[in-house]
């Protein structure tokens, strides 16, 4: 594109005509524990159906009081890397729960998920090696394969047989299988058992971004690794958020002992940046033990998302194939789930539509997810509302 202010706003233009421009909203307040109501700048308050704080933890308060003491204790900043003179002690111990709560040797904290699985791609991917992807895997393991210089093939959909197909057809070459365990706009689970057979009988890495089920899924909240029974044999390379469930901030791969040490030898994403705060860290601490200390909002939220998905069926809502609490209703192009948002926040409920290029060309969708923290009034007016508007609007 060249420097020219008209160019760029030509290209706005476009996102405008196709109803693709994104929009932010300004929250003022999230919500309070025990209630799902955000107050937005302005002052309008919405019931939040869009944050993928599963378990209700981001405004807990055991979390905001782990948060301010360290900060009083340690400061706001960690003021260089981890290599450097930023690792902190919560950052350390962090990294231990971490590695204990997943069943790993050791944990590497990253400061965000998108860095987490650049860091893991570029370090076990390279030149003249090939990776393979599934189709809907979250854009960070895509952008992670493009900048490994690894060539990648992506097969389709939680289709573990196109994985098997495609590293038959070129034995020797596949270095890598990379998958989402719970995909983030669709809420279904990845077929990680045949995955991880594939990858083990051609010597691939098999690297699960297991950001949404992680805290959720599984006897223990372990994941989607538990609901299938994989170790860490099976699974080698395990990504998790923190952001997410966990209600804070972060991400973090787990794994063997030489595969973290490498990470922090060679992973530029981890090298050059500076650590998260140790404030963040200590929520995160908080958080680990509110989710094991308190199993019913894991079984809450996955109640809530039976319950939701029972009344949806019976007024007609189109539904997918989803069990988990990312519910997506596929509304077909970006004006359809537009208008379906809208329509919703009109009546003070906020879904955001997700609209191409998170999803496919004809697959904008409402995303609703569900909380612990909701109420089940809160599901039930969703689904009346959502009822309403998606009547009309299914292709
Ligand atoms: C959210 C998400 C990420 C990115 O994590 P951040 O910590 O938000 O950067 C990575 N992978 C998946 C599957 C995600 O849903």
Redesign the pocket.
Known sequence: MKRATPALAAVLSQLDAAQLRRHRTTVERRATPGSRVVRLAGGRELTDFSS?DYLGLAGHPALKAAMSECAARAGAGSGASHLVSGHGQEHAQLEEELAAFTGRERALLFS????A?LAVMTVLAGGGERVLLDRLS?A??IDGARLSGAAFRRYRHADAQAAADLAAADPGHTCLIAT?GVF?MDGDVAPLAQLAHTARSHGAWLVV?D??GLGVLGATGRGALEVFGLDAEAVPVL?G????AFGS???FVAGSASLIELLIQKARTYIYTTALPQPVAAATRAALKVAQAEPWRRERVLALTARFRAAAAAAGVPLSASTTPIQPIVLGDAAAALKAQHALDEAGLWVVAIRPPTVPQGAARLRVTLSAAHTEDQVDELVRHLARACAGAVP
């Open positions: 993928n965000t998920g998108y860095m699985n979250h960070s393991l989402d983030s971004d950001a949404h990504v958020t923190l952001g997410k901030f972060g991400a």
